[in-house]
């Protein structure tokens, strides 16, 4: 069974920083993609950013020149550095993965998700 555990969620003033992080674990052969969504109440879940294995990275418009992700595949795990954040980054924050586990499926896992609101 695949498991992913994030951390490093809370609240930060606007103008503030964070680190997410996501770890998997379990029976894994092989992690493909990795990625964080959000949903904001209200809203529906949207991408925001994504790193293929390689380190290609892909950014949502609303967060590029402030997020970074990153990934230590020794770890089986993700990062994400948020800076300047604002209060329109206040959300649940999803980690994904695609995870070869068993058989010869890919298939995506998600975690619990990590509340990360930022208010003055």
């Known amino acids: 069974q695949v498991q992913l555990v994030e951390s490093g969620g809370g609240l930060v003033q606007p103008g503030g920083s964070l680190r997410l992080s996501c770890t998997a674990s379990?029976?894994?052969?092989?992690?493909?993609?990795m990625g964080w969504f959000r949903q904001a109440p209200g809203k529906q879940r949207e991408l925001v950013a994504t790193i293929d294995k390689s380190g290609r990275r892909v950014y949502a418009d609303s967060v590029k020149g402030r997020f970074t992700i990153s990934r230590d595949n020794t770890k089986n795990t993700v990062y994400l550095q948020m800076i300047s954040l604002k209060p329109e980054d206040t959300a649940v924050y999803y980690c994904?993965?695609?995870?070869?586990?068993?058989?010869?499926?890919?298939?995506?896992?998600w975690g619990q998700g990590t509340q990360v609101t930022v208010s003055s």
């Open positions: 994904n993965a695609d995870i070869w586990a068993t058989g010869w499926s890919v298939n995506p896992y």
């Open positions: 379990g029976s894994i052969k092989s992690i493909y993609a």
